[in-house]
């Protein structure tokens, strides 16, 4: 049972569901006026995500996990920093940081090839958890689909940055703030088993 699951989870349509859920799922009609505002949106978000499986859900259940975890921030402190729980900035020496102060095409691959490293180590950290227990192992695989959905997401974005003018990247960014969704489906997979891996 916990297989197929997992089978479903992590097929290459799921991710693309979740990602396309994130879009409509909220209200149409309002739109980012750049993809920092986007990735400023979600990546603190992620952050938040990533930390607490590393640092509460993870620890006493996977060892691999954890270093996939510590491996994925620091790729995520590197674009964006260290926000605050909450925060709708980067910090300005980070990747997005610079690159919200002045854009640039060699900035933006910088910030792809972070994003696609954090992808690398999220995904080992939702292979890892097909090892676990069902009891806790779907709670687990759930709650990190959530956070690969959402870097997925942004990836895609960075890829129209590099290839298109703004308004194309602003077409890709019509959506409102995906956070509170996000925030949503997270809490859905971990509240019950882990209250305080819950973000607010």
Request: glycine share 6%; hydrophobic share 50%; aromatic share 4%.
């Amino acid at each position: 049972m916990f297989q197929k699951l997992y089978k479903w989870l992590i097929a290459p349509g799921f991710i693309g569901v979740v990602s396309l859920a994130l879009c409509l799922t909220v209200l149409v009609g309002c739109s980012f006026a750049s993809f920092t505002a986007a990735a400023e949106e979600d990546i603190p978000v992620v952050i938040q995500m990533v930390t607490n499986i590393t640092n509460i859900i993870a620890p006493g259940v996977s060892a691999d996990i954890v270093l996939a975890g510590n491996t994925a921030l620091a790729s995520l402190q590197i674009l964006c920093g260290s926000p605050a729980p909450g925060a709708k900035s980067c910090d300005p020496t980070s990747l997005i940081g610079q690159y919200d102060a002045n854009a640039s095409a060699s900035l933006l691959s910088k910030i792809q090839a972070a994003l696609s490293a954090v992808n690398v180590n999220i995904s080992k950290m939702l292979a890892l958890a097909t090892g676990l227990p069902p009891s806790i192992g779907a709670a687990i695989v759930t709650a990190i689909s959530v956070a690969l959905a959402t870097v997925t997401s942004l990836i895609s974005i960075v890829g129209v940055g590099l290839t298109a003018q703004t308004s194309a990247v602003n077409s890709a960014l019509k959506s409102c703030p995906r956070a509170k969704t996000v925030k949503k489906q997270w809490n859905s997979a971990v509240k019950a088993q882990w209250p305080s891996a819950a973000i607010a």
